[in-house]
């Protein structure tokens, strides 16, 4: 029965080439859509995670409480210990403290009078210390645009654009201008090792990377970090595991409400976060939905148009004594082929070009100017062993309910004016 | 005769009263001026910031020429000393000995605290006789720390000024604040000033000491404490200039 079907899609065009093409467009559409909107999904959490908060966040309740005016006044102190406790506790997670700060970074002339200023969005990772994986994990070699990484003491990355604001070079001198945790004034000189591009609008706009011990030093914040980030071992976001370590981990710290004692937060926890991630999953959803039904409007349209076309052929079935249950099903059963054969072609089509742009990506930047989420300029599609099946419920869905609807009309026909029918 | 000896003090006192109620607010403002505007003036101070995390104490030495020039350093602790700040005017700076940098601070940066202390640096530039930014009303009287006080409320004048209004306990004989409230023109309350004693020195009374506190900012304020103060010293005009900020 199948090959016979099968012989008919392949020397009766007429019959199978317009839904075999809408669902072969419909499915790549939707494999191509569901990879990019993963892909997004991916690097949004990964860029968030990597620049902002890690896998798991820890920090003090009073400074998560106030977390966007970043209050080093309320970081944590006592870091090794907590560094080592925290290590003993998750082995399998990498800890890292990190400084966020702000200030103003001041270029002076050469009579030490300023000769430009502009605000600075800081941060101090381990850059200079060994063992760190942070230079990887910003992936700052690649992100270097002039000069070099920090390789000494009081050495600085500043985003190339606002170094190109202030009139900054690599080699130069600039003051950062900044409050120390006891909140004096701290005036501190820095030399431009070299000036980084982010690729993200929000970063890239007024950046600035320091050494740990550097803004340690500064901020007079000597055994203190604003925040430790947990990252696991195997750079996967898995919800249900950081969720359960901070469970484990706040619930260990209970007995202690001070305001200054460690909590542990997750990647979700950040403002917005949760939101986004349940977003972009809803986003994926209805994109899916919104194809299968369009496909399904598209090719019951296209099983009406095929009935009229092939109003001839099924009146001779019937005629000839096929039963219109029969004539139905095997019209089913073609669509269905029709389907499948679709979703191949369309699901091939898909991942090739996900394959590719998960290689090259689109650049959003133009789009981005005045973003101030965490999201790359470049997004990249993500090719998911999900993405294989997903284009198989609208391509044989969409191509079930069109032909369901459409062959209604079999039922419609009276046997009896068949003949009279087939004469004109 | 006993009778009427008992009764001279008491003359003497509703005298005082009397001339004292004849004050408008304006003139009692002009006594507040008269009495903490000073020619020159030098002094060292302990400031102890009681923040939400801690206690430290530093301290520094004023220089202070009329209402628009004042030169401070800090001489404790020992990662502060060395800082200097300038006033001239309306305009500020400030000297880091270990960047060598002198910078100015303007706009946002004046919002900001003095050391961590509660003290802004728009507060510290904030420093022209009450008179001539405010008008004052007698509001009632009350009784801080056993002197009895005038409470006057100050509304500005103009716009240019840091604190709309304010609400100042003034003592009656002195003439020299002892509580004082600062408020936004929202009426929300911003500073306040709690005077916990105060000395006579070369015919003044100088409050000796403060709690300032932002009432913004967690922690129990910024206490400050007279070491020495000595009115109409020789200060070298050369002190007053961005080059001594260096030295």
């Known amino acids: 029965m199948i090959k016979f079907l099968f012989k008919g899609i392949l020397r009766d065009r007429s019959r199978s080439l317009f839904p075999f093409l809408i669902v072969t467009a419909g499915v790549f559409l939707t494999v191509a859509l569901y990879c990019y909107i993963k892909g997004a999904e991916a690097s949004f959490i990964q860029s968030n995670a990597n620049l902002l908060s890690g896998h798991v966040r820890v920090m003090t309740r009073a400074y998560a409480q106030e977390v966007d005016q970043i209050p080093n006044d309320l970081a944590l102190t006592e870091l090794q210990s907590l560094l080592q406790d925290l290590q003993a506790r998750f082995p399998g997670f990498i800890w890292t403290p990190r400084i966020r700060f702000g200030g103003l970074l001041d270029v002076p002339d050469e009579n030490g009078e300023t000769r430009s200023q502009g605000p600075a969005a800081g941060m101090a990772v381990r850059l200079l210390s060994s063992p760190t994986s942070e230079i990887e994990r910003l992936d700052l070699k690649k992100s270097v645009v002039r000069g070099r990484l920090p390789e000494r003491p009081k050495e600085v990355l500043i985003s190339d654009e606002f170094a190109r604001k202030l009139g900054l070079n690599p080699g130069e001198r600039a003051t950062l201008i900044s409050s120390t945790m006891f909140g004096s004034m701290s005036l501190t000189n820095f030399i431009v090792a070299g000036t980084i591009r982010f690729g993200i609008t929000a970063m890239d706009k007024t950046a600035m990377i320091a050494d740990l011990g550097d803004i340690q030093e500064a901020l007079d914040m000597e055994d203190a970090a604003g925040e430790v980030l947990g990252f696991s071992k195997d750079s996967v976001y898995r919800q249900r595991q950081v969720n359960e370590m901070a469970v484990s981990f706040n619930s260990s710290q209970s007995h202690s409400s001070a305001d200054l004692s460690p909590v542990m937060m997750t990647l979700r926890d950040l403002p917005g976060m949760a939101y986004t991630i349940d977003r972009l999953s809803y986003v994926a959803a209805v994109i899916v939905g919104i194809f299968l039904l369009v496909m399904s409007l598209v090719l019951w349209n296209a099983g009406l148009l095929g009935s009229l076309r092939r109003y001839g052929e099924i009146g001779v079935r019937l005629a000839i004594g096929e039963s219109k249950g029969h004539l139905y099903r095997s019209m089913i059963y073609e669509s269905l082929l029709i389907g499948f054969l679709g979703t191949l072609a369309g699901t091939g089509l898909g991942l090739t070009l996900s394959y590719y742009l998960q290689a090259k990506g689109i650049d959003i930047s133009s789009m981005m100017k005045n973003a101030a989420m965490m999201i790359p300029n470049v997004l990249h599609s993500q090719v998911t062993p999900f993405a294989y099946v997903i284009g198989f419920l609208p391509g044989l869905l969409a191509t079930l309910l069109g032909t369901s609807i459409a062959g209604r009309g079999i039922y419609k026909r009276q046997t009896a004016q068949l003949f009279k029918e087939l004469e004109t | ?247």
């Open chain 2, 1 to 247: 005769m006993k009778k009427i000896l008992s009764s001279v003090p008491l003359i003497f006192v509703l005298a005082a009263s009397a001339q004292a109620q004849t004050l408008s607010a304006d003139q009692i403002l002009d006594r507040i001026d008269e009495n903490a505007v000073a020619g020159n003036r030098t002094s060292v101070v302990e400031m102890i910031i009681h923040s939400r995390r801690a206690t430290r104490t530093l301290k520094l030495k004023s220089w202070v020429q009329g209402e628009d020039k004042a030169f401070t350093e800090f001489l404790e602790p020992a990662r502060e000393r060395g800082t200097k700040m300038l006033k001239l005017g309306d305009q500020l700076w400030t000297y880091s000995p270990d960047a060598d940098r002198t910078i100015s601070i303007s706009g946002h940066m004046l919002r900001q605290s003095i050391m961590g202390s509660d003290l802004s640096y728009e507060d510290m530039l904030e420093d022209r006789k009450l008179r001539l930014v405010y008008e004052a009303t007698v509001a009632g009287e009350e009784t801080i720390i056993d002197r009895p006080c005038w409470v006057l409320e100050l509304k500005a004048k103009a716009g240019d000024v840091a604190y709309y209004s304010r609400k100042i306990w003034v003592d009656r004989e002195r003439f020299v604040l002892l509580r004082e409230v600062r408020f936004a023109k929202s009426g929300r309350e911003l500073k306040t000033l709690e005077v916990k004693s105060i000395i006579r020195a070369q015919n003044r009374w100088v409050q000796n000491d403060v709690v300032f506190k932002d009432a913004l900012k967690a922690g129990d304020g910024t206490e400050f404490i007279i070491q020495s103060i000595e009115f109409d010293a020789a200060i070298p005009e050369s002190l007053f200039t961005k080059a001594s900020l260096r030295k």
